[in-house]
């Protein structure tokens, strides 16, 4: 069964780097999205992403995020100068309708 | 206008005994409801959604009742077993949108 993979499963970083996270989507979806779960919450929605641009942001989502699709099967979620409150786990999911298939996850821990 | 109200946050059901999760939302644009669950550490994986043209719809063990007129969906688990025990989330979204989720319901299923 097609699944969304997410990597690294654990990143740590220090406050003021820059992290890329990476995902393979399903195949044959075409919208993208990210999401993320501080611990203990719920999931927020961060961004949507079709026909190569972004189709709605949340305010979560400010100048230092930024999304990519660089070739047919990547999506990649940078973050320019991480600050503490980033730490959470950030979801990539994808769609071919409705229905959104979520990755595994990747841990960001910014100490 | 946009948020998803769940209940309980948390709750305990004996094994063979029915888990109620109730939602409710105010955005009348949102036209597919999701739950979702998750296990701790990983991503969170779709169960089973419903539009509001049905009231009911039902997987093996999972039941959503939906309520269009009152704006309230709910899920329910015949049979709990301790394997279902995880956090679920409701959500809604208005085609091919962003998911909006619940707060989270934390279930244990006691043996």
């Known amino acids: 069964e097609p699944e969304v993979t997410q990597t690294p499963s654990h990143q740590v970083t220090q406050m003021g780097q820059e992290v890329i996270l990476r995902c393979v989507p399903i195949?044959?979806?075409?919208?993208f999205y990210w999401y993320r779960q501080i611990l203990g919450q719920k999931v927020e929605f961060l961004v949507s992403?079709?026909?190569?641009?972004?189709?709605?942001k949340s305010e979560i989502f400010d100048d230092q995020f930024s999304v990519e699709r660089p070739d047919g099967s990547n999506f990649t979620l940078k973050i320019r100068s991480t600050k503490l409150e980033d730490s959470a786990m950030y979801f990539c999911?994808?769609?071919?309708?409705?229905?959104?298939?979520f990755g595994p996850g990747t841990r960001l821990t910014v100490t | 206008q946009q948020q998803v109200k769940q209940s309980p946050q948390s709750l305990i059901v004996q094994k063979g005994g029915i888990s109620i999760i109730n939602c409710a939302y105010e955005?009348?644009?949102?036209?597919?409801f999701p739950w979702y669950q998750q296990f701790p550490g990983k991503g969170p994986a779709l169960l089973i959604a419903?539009?509001?043209?049905?009231s009911e719809k039902k997987e093996g063990r999972f039941t959503i009742s939906f309520n269009k007129s009152a704006k309230q969906f709910s899920l329910h688990i015949m049979d709990s077993q301790p394997g279902d025990s995880a956090t679920y989330f409701c959500?809604?979204?208005?085609?091919?949108?962003?998911?909006?989720f619940g707060t989270g319901t934390r279930l244990l299923v006691s043996p």
């Open positions: 999911a994808s769609s071919g309708g409705d229905e959104q298939y």
């Open positions: 419903i539009r509001p043209d049905v």
């Open positions: 959500a809604a979204s208005g085609g091919f949108q962003k998911l909006v």
């Open positions: 992403f079709y026909n190569n641009e972004i189709s709605e």
């Open positions: 955005n009348t644009a949102f036209d597919y």
């Open positions: 195949s044959n979806h075409l919208y």
